[in-house]
C-alpha cells in the first residue's frame, strides 16, 4: 500500500465522519425544533408558509428517496421552493432518506404520518426590547 493510497483512505473516513456528525446535528436540531413547535411539515404547508412570511424560516429541509425520484410533480414542488428559498435567502438541506426523517417529525396527534418531503425550520422569536415603566427614568447612555 502506498502513501497515496493511506492518505485516500484517511480522508475518505474523514469525510463519512464529518457526514455522519451533520446527520447527527441535523437529527438533534429537528427533533428539538419539533418540541419548541418550530416546524412546519409538508409541502403544501411549507409553500403556504413562505409565501406568507418568509423571514421567520431558518431554513428549509428536502427530502427524496428512490421511490419519489420519478414523481414529476414534487420533482416541479421541489424546483419552485428551492428557487423561492433562493430568492429568499434561505439556506435549503437535501436529504434522501425521507422515511428516517419523517419518523423524527410526523406522527401528529391525529397518529397519521405527515408528508416530510419539505420541512421548514423558523427562527425563534426575538423577545421585545423592555422599556422602562413610566415614572422610571431611562438611561440615555
Do not use: W
Given at each position: ?119 421548514l425550520v ?19 447612555l
Open positions: 500500500m502506498t502513501l497515496e493510497e493511506i492518505r485516500g483512505q484517511e480522508n475518505a473516513m474523514e469525510h463519512v465522519d464529518r457526514v455522519q456528525s451533520a446527520g447527527a446535528a441535523l437529527q438533534e436540531l429537528l427533533v428539538a425544533a419539533k418540541k419548541q413547535e418550530y416546524l412546519t411539515v409538508g409541502v403544501y404547508e411549507s409553500a403556504k408558509v413562505m409565501n406568507v412570511d418568509p423571514d421567520s424560516v431558518a431554513f428549509c429541509v428536502l427530502a427524496t428517496d428512490e421511490e419519489y425520484e420519478c414523481d414529476i410533480a414534487l420533482q416541479i414542488h421541489f424546483t419552485l421552493i428551492q428557487a423561492f428559498c433562493f430568492d429568499n435567502d434561505i439556506n435549503v438541506v437535501r436529504v434522501n432518506d425521507i422515511e428516517r426523517l419523517a419518523d423524527l417529525v410526523s406522527a401528529g396527534e391525529s397518529g397519521e404520518p405527515k408528508d416530510a418531503h419539505c420541512i423558523h427562527e425563534p422569536q426575538c423577545k421585545p426590547v423592555e422599556r422602562p415603566r413610566s415614572g422610571q427614568a431611562e438611561s440615555v
